[in-house]
């Protein structure tokens, strides 16, 4: 079982906004603005998409978007695109000894 | 470019040992913390462990999992990181990827650049 929390799957259709939650605890997500979100399509390695809750890094399209609420995080994806459609994890910072923690991933399918 | 490129992966007997390089290019590689992540087939990201910059000691973090068996260490006049693992059990099989910390901070806050992966299976 993952540290993080994350929904299985989400899908949406061309154009749509869809938003993937990210649940943690105080001692992760609550307490540090650490959070980082990856895309990664089948066969490759992991790509950043968003860093400290909410920072995008030189490359990654302004229709990605991360923000913060208490314990959970989210990424928004907003104009929904086939090239989309990979598996997305977030990760944290975390007081506990295991530095970083990563959610259990969520499947993106585009309609 | 910014690269990182893993290698050294393969299939090792469960109690042997391993080691994993990681070189780097396009960049001052001795600036960053460098990080292992890895990822079971078919399962989802796990941190391993990482090294911060000589700046904020060089010193060496890991997850409870791997804790005295993997080491991490960098050669920053060849801009190559290594993990090497001890004592390896079936669990470990995974793609291991080498990632650079995002920033040069004293914590392994994010991973921006992620290497091609190399694939580390542990059967007898």
């Known amino acids: 079982q993952s540290a993080l929390t994350q929904p299985a799957s989400v899908s949406g259709s061309p154009g749509q906004s869809i938003t993937i939650s990210c649940t943690g605890t105080?001692?992760?997500?609550?307490?540090?603005?650490?959070v980082s979100w990856y895309q990664q399509h089948p066969g490759k390695a992991p790509k950043i998409m968003i860093y400290e809750v909410s920072n995008r890094p030189s490359g990654v399209s302004n229709r990605f978007s991360g923000s913060k609420s208490g314990n959970t995080a989210s990424l928004t994806i907003s104009g929904l695109q086939a090239e989309d459609e990979a598996d997305y994890y977030c990760s944290s910072y975390t007081s506990s000894s295991t530095l970083v923690v990563f959610g259990g991933g969520t499947k993106l399918t585009v309609l | 470019e910014v690269q990182l490129v893993e290698s050294g992966g393969g299939l090792v007997q469960p109690g042997r040992s391993l080691r994993l390089s990681c070189t780097a290019s396009g960049f001052t590689f001795g600036d960053y913390a460098m990080s292992w992540v890895r990822q079971a087939p078919g399962k989802g990201l796990e941190w391993v462990g990482f090294i911060r910059s000589k700046a904020y000691g060089g010193t060496t973090e890991y997850a409870a999992s791997v804790k005295g068996r993997f080491t991490i260490s960098r050669d920053d006049s060849k801009s190559i990181a290594y993990l090497q693992m001890n004592s390896l059990k079936s669990e470990d099989t995974a793609v291991y990827y080498c990632t650079r910390v995002v920033s040069g901070s004293y914590s392994p806050d994010a991973f921006d650049i992620w290497g091609q992966g190399t694939m580390v299976t542990v059967s007898s």
């Open positions: 105080s001692s992760d997500v609550g307490g540090y603005n650490y």
